[in-house]
T-cell receptor
Framework: KNQVEQSPQSLIILEGKNCTLQ??????????LRWYKQDTGRGPVSLTI?????NTKSNGRYTATLDADTKQSSLHITASQLSDSASYIC????????????FGTGTRLLVSP | DGGITQSPKYLFRKEGQNVTLSCEQN?????MYWYRQDPGQGLRLIYY???????QKGDIAEGYSVSREKKESFPLTVTSAQKNPTAFYLC????????????FGPGTRLTVT
């Protein structure tokens, strides 16, 4: 069964600290892996997209890694800001004639002052 | 100002009534999608459309209907047959369904009592 599991479910960190969110997946065949940021009550916004051949990609203070062999990804947030408080969703795409996205349940991050 | 718009932001209906959620995009994207988001669950695909006048069922299409008469518009009707319609509904679009990034709208929160 195609699944995406994220950990931790929720996380509280102090402003200015770093944190790392984890994503494990069992989606096959694999096309790409995405990280989205979703503010409460809003639509998700893409942070990074990585294909099979990419093992790291950065977007400002956000750095995603991908290990296609172990089917794991992480999202590292550096020097956190209050505005980073949101849910972070890992999404794996499987392309079998149609781009099927499998969504994780997200990690809810709270950055505390 | 390009993007995806959904209206209304909040919608309240009585049980037994059909309701239509609007989704419009001016990104010139061919593919459009409807997802449902419930607390503690990943987004689930309701319907998708790869091109005008064509659409396909997603994983949870029962109790929903869509139309794609124009490239810019992909309205979703939640019918009285949908057993648990209260949820956050997200519309998305992409250039095509060939692995391109999906852009999400701001969402509509539907409450049925």
């Amino acid at each position: 069964k195609n699944q995406v599991e994220q950990s931790p479910q929720s996380l509280i960190i102090l402003e200015g600290k770093n944190c790392t969110l984890q994503c494990n997946y069992t989606v096959s065949p694999f096309s790409n892996l995405r990280w989205y940021k979703q503010d409460t009550g809003r639509g998700p916004v893409s942070l990074t997209i990585m294909t099979f051949s990419e093992n790291t990609k950065s977007n400002g203070r956000y750095t995603a890694t991908l290990d296609a062999d172990t089917k794991q990804s992480s999202l590292h947030i550096t020097a956190s800001q209050l505005s980073d408080s949101a849910s972070y969703i890992c999404v794996v795409s499987s392309h079998t004639g149609f781009q099927k996205l499998v969504f994780g349940t997200g990690t809810r991050l709270l950055v505390s002052p | 100002d390009g993007g995806i718009t959904q209206s209304p932001k909040y919608l309240f209906r009585k049980e037994g009534q059909n309701v239509t959620l609007s989704c419009e995009q001016n990104l010139n994207h061919d593919a459009m999608y409807w997802y449902r988001q419930d607390p503690g669950q990943g987004l689930r695909l309701i319907y998708y459309s790869q091109i005008v006048n064509d659409f396909q069922k997603g994983d949870i299409a029962e109790g929903y209907s869509v139309s794609r008469e124009k490239k810019e518009s992909f309205p979703l009707t939640v019918t009285s047959a949908q057993k648990n319609p209260t949820a956050f509904y997200l519309c998305a679009s992409s250039i095509s369904d060939e692995g391109y990034e999906q852009y999400f709208g701001p969402g509509t929160r539907l409450t049925v009592t």
